[in-house]
């Protein structure tokens, strides 16, 4: 966050002769969404997959100035995407200097703001909010209360001399907090039934009831939430009233083909070593198995945050054996994918009766997606010479004590590994790693279509005829 510029307006008088008048969050963010389609600015940063189908929706809704509820299965971006809709708001709003909630100078609300106003006139002290700070995320669990969100009576201030009756009592919840911003709650459905009827009010009227009398506070806040589908989680619903007042339901989903899903583990992975684009397109094809698999259980998903832990995992299988063989750099190998199905079998929930057949499962489809890749990667590639030369002999062993020149000198010279190195987008003259990397991918493609075979152990394999 930049430091608020010196130029901005300090008091309420200097504001309004500079025209800083009072705008209401839906319109803000219909005015900067518009700009920004206008000007074929991306206002979805770090989004991917989502540009035909969701967000066309989402954009909809915005400028129609509706709530919103994204529904979707786990791992999908929901809470990722909401997070973007603060850098639809202006970088900086006006707000009265010292109050409790975010008012606009020119529009206090709340009794104390209203007072001072009138005190002070023109006088009245300005500060300046960044857009980072008018967002507001909740996360909903079975303990959160009405308190929390809306509001209560404060007790320090009734035993300072106050009434009970008197608006001044009332310590403000999370969303009067939030006025003038978004406020994103996530797993709605987890809030219980009676906290959500607390909303009610908020998202129709605008105004909130706290302890038995109603604040007529015109409350200008954005709500967006999110909800898993209800048939799998059932730990509660969205009441109807609730989903009556959202103005948009919005589905999401997961990536849609496998160049989305490499782009979104590229983005996401906090990679300790070099993954390449085919082991990418490995594991993003894994992950797409597993969503169309009869013994996954469908209804939990299968989350993108699976494909993002695969690369790494397989990025700290890589380095793990950079260090044990001195080989720099560290790249991955297809070797490295034996780490995935074993590390991350608790990701995934299997249906009833498979218990036990987990990690053969894991690797069938591992496999099969490796098959794929190979497929799409050597399409039209004769690989005979290198069965040929694997068969007659020059057998190749690999394996986390194996550095990647060991596996390319148990080979001879063949015009063929340049074009599988070619294929997998390694030049002739990079590391031995990465061009190891390629050789290991076409042997296993290979092997899996029973043209060669390959004998593992704990420590290493090798493939032979």
């Known amino acids: 966050m930049n430091a608020v510029p010196d130029a901005l307006p300090r008091t309420a008088g200097a504001l309004r002769a500079a025209g800083y008048e009072p705008r209401p969050i839906a319109r803000e963010i219909h005015d900067n969404l518009l700009t920004a389609l206008k000007n074929g600015e991306d206002a979805w940063p770090g989004i991917v997959g989502f540009s035909r189908t969701v967000l066309p929706q989402l954009e909809r809704a915005l400028l129609a100035g509706h709530d919103v509820v994204l529904l979707g299965e786990r791992g999908q971006g929901k809470t990722r995407l909401l997070r973007t809709l603060a850098g639809l708001l202006d970088e900086w709003t006006p707000v009265i200097e010292g109050a409790e909630l975010g008012e606009h100078p020119l529009q206090p609300i709340t009794p104390a703001s ?52 008197d608006p001044e009592t ?96 590229r983005q996401e992975a906090n990679l300790v070593a070099e993954v390449g684009e085919p082991l990418l397109e490995v594991l993003a ?55 995935v199905p074993s590390v991350l079998r608790g990701k995934i929930e299997f249906e009833p009766g498979e218990e036990g057949r987990e990690i053969e499962h894991l690797v069938h489809l591992l496999r099969l997606a490796i098959a794929e890749t190979a497929r799409d990667r050597f399409a039209g590639l004769d690989l005979r010479p290198l069965a040929d030369a694997v068969g007659d002999g020059h057998l190749v062993a690999t394996g986390e004590r194996v550095p990647g020149k060991d596996v390319l000198e148990a080979l001879p010279e063949l015009p063929v590994l340049h074009e599988v190195a070619q294929r997998a987008g390694v030049a002739a003259d990079e590391p031995a790693g990465r061009i190891a990397a390629a050789v290991e991918l076409a042997l296993e493609s290979l092997f899996l279509s029973r043209r060669l075979a390959k004998d593992s152990d704990d420590a290493t394999t090798v493939y032979g005829r």
């Open 114 to 165: 209203i007072r001072r106003a009138a005190e002070l006139g023109d006088d009245l002290p300005v500060a300046w909010r960044h857009r980072s700070e008018r967002y507001t995320e909740k996360l909903a669990t079975p303990d959160t209360s009405v308190g929390d969100l809306i509001g209560d009576v404060d007790p320090v201030k009734v035993a300072e001399g106050r009434s009970l009756g």
């Open 170 to 265: 009332i310590h403000f919840g999370l969303v009067p907090r939030a006025h003038r911003g978004i406020v994103a709650i996530n797993e709605l459905p987890d809030l219980a039934e009676r906290i959500q009827v607390a909303l009610l009010n908020v998202m129709e009227e605008r105004d909130i009831q706290v302890r038995g009398y109603t604040l007529r506070l015109p409350l200008d806040v954005l709500l967006v939430a999110t909800a898993n589908p209800e048939d799998y989680t059932n730990r509660g619903r969205i009441i109807t009233p609730l989903k009556d007042r959202f103005g948009a339901e919005i589905r999401t989903h997961y990536p849609l083909d496998v160049e989305a899903e490499v782009a979104v583990v």
């Open 285 to 339: 094809r894994f992950v797409r198995n597993l969503r169309e698999s009869t013994v996954i259980d469908q209804r939990s998903g299968v989350s993108a945050r699976f494909a993002v832990a695969a690369a790494e995992t397989v990025a700290a299988a890589a380095l793990r054996r950079s260090a044990l063989t001195g080989e720099e750099p560290a790249v991955a190998r297809p070797v490295d994918l034996d780490a």
